[in-house]
């Protein structure tokens, strides 16, 4: 078993800024990828941002230069600092990960989300 907990969000103005983190626990041999999604009212689940164990990271186009993740491996945790938040950034922010089971299987997993709203 394996969960995602995510703490952080809320209510911020435009060009503030917010810090997301997600912590997994449970039966993880190690850690593939750690990330972020995000889904608005009425639009499909979209990537944020990941980080993956070899260290790469990818960011979605609209966030780039604004969003940074990070990630702390001896913690299981990854983190997203979101600043210059604009109303477009309004969505549950979901953590994401894949995870090694054993040597062999993977599974992917997902937070419970947690809400974001830039407004003024």
């Known amino acids: 078993q394996v969960q995602l907990v995510e703490s952080g969000g809320g209510l911020v103005q435009p060009g503030g800024s917010l810090r997301l983190s997600c912590a997994a626990s449970?039966?993880?041999?190690?850690?593939?990828?750690l990330g972020w999604y995000r889904q608005a009212p009425g639009k499909q689940r979209d990537l944020v941002a990941t980080?993956?164990?070899?260290?790469?990271?990818n960011y979605a186009d609209s966030v780039k230069g604004r969003f940074t993740i990070s990630r702390d491996n001896a913690k299981n945790t990854v983190t997203l600092q979101m600043n210059s938040l604009k109303p477009e950034d309004t969505a549950v922010y979901y953590c994401?990960?894949?995870?090694?089971?054993?040597?062999?299987?993977?599974?992917?997993?997902w937070g419970q989300g947690t809400q974001v709203t830039v407004s003024s």
């Open positions: 994401y990960s894949r995870i090694w089971l054993d040597s062999i299987k993977t599974g992917d997993y």
């Open positions: 980080f993956t164990s070899g260290g790469f990271t």
């Open positions: 449970g039966s993880i041999f190690s850690i593939d990828v």
